[in-house]
């Protein structure tokens, strides 16, 4: 079976799964027929690990490091869709929190990754 160079990325592997999640709960919106909310989640949930792929097939460096920052931004975009979520009431605190806090430690490891590239 093929493999890509980014299924080994550690940044890559907690993206995906923060997708899942967000997945998960858009599945939960589409039930209450919020459409438009589960489809933006699911876009946005898609774009961090997806900007991470797509950059990771890059030849350099620094437009992988492009792709990162376009991959960060999009998990800053999915923190305030779950804020949103929450004050809407369509998330408890609790699930809230814990997003927030695998945004903030992906954010964190994609800044530390990107600085390990060697940028010219």
């Known amino acids: 079976m093929a493999k890509f160079r980014f299924q080994d990325l550690e940044i890559w592997k907690m993206a995906i799964e923060l997708g899942d999640k ?42 992988f490091a492009r792709f990162l920052d376009i991959a960060r931004r999009s998990t800053f975009e999915n923190a305030n869709i779950v804020i949103i979520l929450f004050r809407r009431k369509l998330l408890d605190e609790k699930t809230q929190n814990g ?22």
Do not use: T
Not at 35 to 58: C, D, K, L
Not at 103 to 119: A, E, G, M, P
């Open 22 to 63: 967000l997945f998960d709960i858009a599945d939960i919106l589409e039930q209450k027929h919020l459409y438009r909310f589960a489809e933006q989640v699911r876009g946005a949930g898609m774009s961090m690990s997806n900007n991470i792929a797509e950059g990771s097939g890059w030849p350099s460096d620094k437009e």
């Open 99 to 120: 997003l927030l806090e695998k945004f903030d430690h992906l954010c964190r490891r994609i800044s530390n990754f990107k600085q390990s590239l060697q940028i010219e």
